[in-house]
């Protein structure tokens, strides 16, 4: 092997063996992955604490301090016991629920898309008009005609209110993958109606699913947590909503019981930045043309090109330079 | 597609979420396993402060109302009979106190407190974003982050939190409610005065939220406004920076009037949550006592009053856009 050549496999087998140094993520990401992983690990972790959510350890509103970390609430539950399991719950009704309506969303969105006609009238129709009702509205309708509420029944009828937006965005991504060559290929050898969708179509809207789930996971806890708040929430379990239904039932804002309520305050605020971050960064990840280059990065590309230039102009005697154009988007991708 | 047809068709499209709104008003409740009456009267009774003849007439006003012993379809014209002539029916909690009488004394309130936050809100939320825009740098990053991050925080959240900190720690604030103890809510300075005091933090809370949304989108609009080609030929013409500062902010402001259609659903849901944060006496606190007291009449009145009002005020949006917009009515028949 020649010396000129070792550099150039080397930056070829670099993005190889980091597959993820082609996504380019950004800062922003790491952020929003670090909140998102936070919140989990917070859920996770009631699993392993000594004290059970329903467990009385004190009395009303005692101050945090000696074991109990956050003190208690107004039944005398230790808080941060409450506060893991109400995280638990929230996101496994956040993905449930953010399951159910991406899974709705992409289905209805894709057939409508891409199949157009009165089919995409009547899917669009019905989703202008869920969409034009407020969801909570729906939602406290039909909390209140549910007999009894446990966290899955909340999570499949946030789930079935939430997909309409969903689907309107993959509609519209699915009728421009419609229109396609490859459609026409696919067509052309014979495939039927849902392996086309399945195999051809739904691969170029997955980004778009991923992100709206994301979005909807989000929505979901933040649905959950509202219903919760209004006395709907479900009976017999915690959640992040139903502790502040009780710690404001139980004047614990007025009363300056700051540990009663803060704790799930701060969980909901960083669970619906956390997902949105992590929406908007996967965005730039999955869009390139979204990126707004750092400075930085874009000192580098112009150096790059520069030198390009000189390499081009000084002649074809570097052919391991000029040739081969892939490295320097690698290289450009691993100094960010 | 010309101004009428496109009128036309939105109205079409309103009346038909409105007739799916007022229906699954209607049925939604009335899903309840058993007779609703049966069960209601039930639960009121158990207390025991209620006769058996009492009781008795309770259940007969009921039944008469609801047309209880009549076929599905009758009770709906009754149902819809009884919505368009404005009688909301009896309270099942405050017997013998009508709904009008509630809703009426909850409903200006809400409005006082909504319809000035919305309005606030889309005008310097959207003039906040054009800023950041145009200024770019810093000043736009920490206005897009900030923005960013309010926008994505629950409105009660932020409720709370203001709660906690202007009123209950610094005491800037009084703490909940919406006028002094003592005072009856009449039309003169003293009450009003006394009012505002009350007023500010719940607010304050809608319309920072909301201005965080507006400025979000504004940012983004403009900055793509910013890269059009009109922009460049007018700098090219030497036109100067204000006069394209205004050419940009008009073309940005045409998503942004389709973008409050769609957030007023949203903050009135907000609402509803932090005036029961703040104890204010709107419907938000109306309706959370409902849902407490199984006080169907009364929920079912406020979530038909909310859809009503913000499918109204989506549709004048959408008229209004029609108007202002002589490209929507153009590519509507593409977009739907």
């Known amino acids: 092997m020649s010396t000129p050549n070792a550099p150039v496999t080397d930056e070829k087998?670099?993005?190889?063996?980091?597959?993820?140094?082609?996504?380019?993520?950004?800062?922003?990401?790491?952020?929003?992955?670090?909140?998102?992983?936070a919140v989990v690990v917070?859920?996770?972790?009631?699993?392993?604490?000594?004290?059970?959510?329903?467990?009385k350890v004190g009395s009303l509103y005692d101050a945090p301090g000696g074991g109990l970390p956050l003190g208690t609430d107004n039944f005398?539950?230790?808080?941060?016991?409450?506060?893991?399991?109400?995280?638990?719950?929230?996101?496994?009704?956040?993905?449930?629920?953010?399951?159910i309506a991406t899974a709705i969303g992409v289905a209805v969105g894709l057939v409508a898309g891409f199949v157009g006609g009165w089919l995409e009238e009547v899917l669009m129709g019905i989703t202008n008009v869920v969409l034009a009702i407020p969801s909570i509205i729906v939602l406290i309708l039909i909390s209140i005609s549910l007999p009894q509420s446990s966290i899955?029944?909340?999570a499949v009828v946030i789930g079935i209110t939430a997909w309409p937006w969903t689907a309107r965005a993959v509609r519209a991504q699915a009728s421009s993958v419609a229109t396609r060559e490859h459609i026409d290929v696919a067509r052309l050898s014979g495939a039927r109606l849902p392996s086309i969708l399945l195999v051809d179509v739904l691969p170029y809207i997955l980004s778009y699913a991923v992100m709206a789930f994301v979005l909807q996971v989000s929505g979901a806890i933040l649905a959950e947590s509202a219903l919760s708040m209004l006395g709907l929430g479900p009976s017999g379990t915690d959640s992040l909503g139903t502790q502040l239904h009780w710690a404001l039932a139980f004047q614990a804002v007025a009363t300056g019981a700051w540990w009663a309520f803060l704790p799930p305050?701060?969980?909901?605020t960083l669970v619906s930045f956390g997902f949105l971050l992590l929406q908007a960064s996967l965005d730039e990840v999955f869009n390139p043309r979204l990126r707004r280059g750092k400075k930085k990065q874009m000192k580098q590309a112009a150096a790059r090109r520069a030198k390009e230039a000189a390499a081009l102009a000084a002649g074809e005697q570097a052919p391991a330079a000029g040739a081969d154009p892939r490295p320097v988007p690698t290289s450009a991708g691993g100094a960010a | 597609m010309n101004l009428g047809r496109y009128i036309l068709q939105k109205t079409g499209w309103y009346l038909v979420a409105l007739v799916a709104a007022v229906g699954l008003n209607f049925l939604l409740p009335r899903l309840v396993p058993g007779n609703p009456v049966d069960v209601i009267v039930s639960n009121l009774t158990r207390g025991g402060s209620i006769t058996g003849e009492q009781q008795q007439?309770?259940?007969?006003?009921y039944v008469a109302e609801f047309g209880l012993d009549k076929p599905l379809w009758e009770q709906f014209f009754t149902y819809l009979g009884k919505v368009f002539t404005g009688d909301l029916g009896t309270s099942f909690a405050n017997y013998p106190a009508s709904v009008n009488d509630l809703v009426g004394q909850a409903l200006p309130w809400s409005v006082a407190v909504q319809l000035p936050a919305i309005l606030i809100g889309w005008v310097l939320g959207n003039l906040v974003g054009a800023i950041a825009a145009f200024r770019g740098g810093n000043w736009d990053r920490s206005v897009f982050t900030s923005s960013l991050f309010l926008s994505s925080m629950p409105?009660?959240?932020?409720?709370?939190?203001?709660?906690?900190?202007l009123a209950v720690v610094a005491g800037v604030f009084p703490v909940g409610g919406a006028y002094?103890?003592?005072?009856?809510?009449?039309?003169?300075?003293?009450?009003?005065?006394?009012?505002?005091?009350?007023?500010?933090l719940p607010f304050l809370s809608l319309v920072i939220v909301f201005i965080g949304g507006q400025a979000v989108g504004m940012r983004s609009m403009a900055i793509y406004e910013l890269g059009g080609d009109y922009v460049n030929y007018a700098r090219a013409m030497g036109i100067r920076d204000n006069t394209i500062t205004k050419y940009i902010f008009r073309n940005a402001m045409l998503p942004q009037i389709t973008g409050l259609a769609l957030s007023i659903g949203t903050l009135v849901g907000g609402a509803l949550i932090t005036e029961l944060v703040f104890n204010y006496p709107g419907v938000g606190t109306l309706l959370f006592n409902a849902i407490s007291q199984n006080d169907y009449p009364v929920i079912q009145a406020i979530t038909l009053i909310i859809t009503v009002a913000v499918l109204l005020a989506n549709f004048v949006v959408e008229i209004v856009y029609g108007f202002v917009d002589p490209r929507i009515r153009a590519a509507k028949s593409g977009e739907k």
């Open chain 2, 180 to 200: 002094s103890l003592g005072l009856t809510p009449e039309l003169s300075a003293e009450f009003l005065w006394d009012a505002v005091s009350y007023y500010w």
């Open chain 1, 42 to 55: 917070l859920g996770l972790a009631g699993l392993l604490y000594p004290t059970g959510s329903g467990e």
């Open chain 1, 265 to 268: 305050t701060i969980v909901l």
């Open chain 2, 57 to 61: 007439q309770i259940y007969e006003t």
């Open chain 1, 152 to 154: 899955w029944s909340l």
């Open chain 1, 76 to 99: 005398g539950h230790d808080v941060l016991a409450v506060l893991m399991a109400g995280t638990r719950t929230s996101l496994i009704i956040g993905l449930v629920a953010g399951t």
């Open chain 1, 13 to 37: 087998s670099a993005p190889r063996s980091n597959p993820f140094r082609s996504f380019n993520f950004s800062t922003r990401f790491w952020v929003s992955l670090v909140i998102v992983v």
């Open chain 2, 155 to 165: 409105y009660y959240c932020l409720s709370i939190l203001l709660l906690y900190v």
